[in-house]
């Protein structure tokens, strides 16, 4: 007998142009590790999330969604435990 296969993570990303270069918004995150004007390091259950550039600015985290405005330049994924 096969077992269920495992539920999908809530994890998503949107992004689009906006007046300050880029809009990201990201769900799934579980916490916010460390941020600045050029990185902001995010936690989900599946890793880390970081979204690099200038001008970064963290405008809302609320549930399990963020969303960060600037010139987004990288997001990279590093997998494994937090």
């Not at 999908?8 to 880029?22: N, P, Q, W």
């Not at 769900?27 to 550039?53: C, N, P």
Request: proline share 4%; no cysteine.
């Amino acid at each position: 007998m096969t077992s269920p296969p495992a539920p999908l993570s809530a994890f998503h990303l949107e992004a689009k142009r906006s007046v300050r270069g880029m809009s990201v918004i990201i769900g799934g995150v579980i916490g916010i590790s460390d941020f600045s004007e050029e990185t902001v390091l995010l936690k989900s259950h599946g890793g880390r999330i970081t979204v690099s550039g200038k001008y970064m600015r963290l405008i809302i985290y609320e549930g399990s969604a963020v969303e960060i405005n600037g010139k987004v330049e990288d997001i990279s994924f590093t997998y494994g435990k937090n």
